[in-house]
């Protein structure tokens, strides 16, 4: 069942990109492009490369060289689409407050440069799992773009939490799918591009990382597209008692 | 493979940490109710005595260095105690702010920003404020400035008092800085 070429295996690399592309043209349609942009390109053109990827392994005509050129080719077009998601999802819980906006920038920065920097470090000191560079180079490449992508998501969760800032409904959906989808293919291509594993064992992980990324098409289908609930929500009052002693305490300040 | 399984637990413990943060996320909107009397009330007069820099200075003048030192390490600690507690009442005041924030009243709706605004900068200024006093707690001839923390403080204040008079007109709020 966990073989490549299985149906499953197709099923799992083809349908959450078909899915995908399923959800830009419905976000298309609803107008919801324009509140996402990077999201929507995310979804269209990462979905695109990711189809050209699946075609170049199953054509026979396609040679091996051939189909690792174009992996990369598609690393290259996933990975800044990804960074400028993750720019997104920051501007849309922090921007309209600028008291934190400037932080969180100068700080998601300056963690960006670091990570690139252990990114490289790690890459480089990493045993190649290839003879061929090409491949070897490929999966470090996806471990190095995953390690970056986890980090700036978990400092984006981190830094709205200590201020109590909520995410949007869909900005909350596509948050964490991508952030389960990067931690999940990190801790993956950690052991794929270090561990030394056998072929058979690889397949799991295969299977692990698109049944993830499958998961999470789902959610983004879910957070963006179907309704929040109508919960009656009254604003939260200050109760009675805080507000009197806060202005006891007020008086008391200004009397000195 | 070290290498491996160090790129894994730091996954494993990001995801857990992330999942953390979007449930919690989640449970802030359902649990706007009890947010209120999450507000601890803080005693501005001892906070602002505790952060004055001339009560310090009073102090280097009349006590010997040895005392001096463990005064002020004293009232570092409870500076520290009430800073953080202005901290927590700022990031509760963010989830109030931000539970009016879409109010069909735009006074109240601006008001509601404003509070969120003044609570965050003042959070922001919190984290700086307690690194200052725990270098000052190391290090006790160092200065520490916890005077943007009361500053803050006492415009969140006018804020919250604010909010509370558009939501709540029919209770008396004596002072207000508006």
Redesign the interface.
């Known amino acids: 069942m966990f073989r490549a070429h299985s149906l499953l295996w197709h099923y799992l690399w083809v349908g959450p990109n078909l899915f995908l592309l399923a959800l830009g043209w419905l976000l298309s349609k609803r107008g919801l492009h324009r509140r996402f942009p990077a999201f929507f390109a995310f979804a269209t053109l990462g979905a695109v490369s990711e189809l050209a990827v699946y075609l170049a392994d199953v054509s026979p005509s396609v040679s091996p060289e051939t189909f690792w050129y174009v992996v990369w080719f598609s690393l290259l077009v996933e990975g800044p689409l990804k960074f400028a998601l993750i720019g997104e999802i920051f501007a849309q819980v922090f921007d309209s407050y600028t008291s934190v906006a400037r932080l969180g920038r100068q700080l998601i920065q300056g963690l960006g440069v670091f990570l690139v920097l252990t990114a490289a470090l790690l890459a480089a000191y990493a045993p190649m799992d290839n003879t061929l560079g090409i491949i070897a180079g490929a999966h470090l490449l996806e471990q190095a773009i995953y390690l970056v992508e986890s980090g700036l998501l978990l400092f984006i969760f981190l830094f709205a939490g200590y201020f109590s800032l909520r995410f949007s409904r869909p900005g909350l959906g596509i948050a964490l799918g991508l952030a389960i989808s990067a931690c999940v293919h990190l801790a993956s291509w950690a052991v794929l591009a270090n561990g030394g594993l056998p072929d058979s064992k690889r397949n799991i992980l295969d299977f692990l990382n698109m049944a993830t990324y499958h998961a999470c098409v789902l959610m983004w289908f879910y957070y963006l597209l179907v309704p929040e609930k109508a919960v009656a929500k009254s604003a939260v009052p200050l109760p009675e008692n805080n507000l009197a002693v806060w202005n006891r305490e007020l008086e008391r300040l200004l009397q000195q | ?1 070290t ?2 399984i160090v ?2 637990v ?3 413990i ?2 857990i ?3 953390r ?2 449930v ?3 449970v ?3 649990a ?2 009890t ?3 999450q ?1 601890q ?5 001892a906070f ?1 005595n505790l952060a004055d820099s001339a009560e310090d200075d009073y102090l280097r003048r009349r006590l010997p260095a040895s005392e001096l030192r463990r005064v002020r390490r004293a009232r570092l600690r409870a500076l520290a105690v009430y800073v953080q507690v202005a901290a927590r009442n700022a ?2 005041l ?3 702010g ?3 924030l879409n ?1 069909d009243d735009s006074p ?1 709706a601006a008001a ?1 920003r404003e509070l ?2 003044d609570a ?2 003042l ?2 200024n919190a984290v700086f404020a307690l690194i200052r006093i725990y270098v000052a707690l190391a290090w006790p001839n160092a200065g520490f400035v916890a005077a943007p923390v009361l500053d803050g403080y ?1 415009h969140l ?1 006018g804020s ?2 604010r ?2 008079r558009l ?2 007109p029919s ?1 008396p ?3 207000s800085f508006s």
Do not use: K
Not at chain 2, 41 to 45: F, K, M
């Open positions: 493979m290498l491996a790129l894994v730091a996954a494993v990001a995801l940490l992330i999942l943060g979007a919690s996320s989640s802030q909107v359902s706007d109710a947010l209120a009397p507000i009330p803080i005693d501005v007069e602002r990031a509760v963010v989830s109030v931000q539970s009016a109010s109240t509601a969120i605004s965050l900068q959070r922001r006492r204040h919250a008092m909010l509370g939501q709540n209770i709020v004596r002072i």
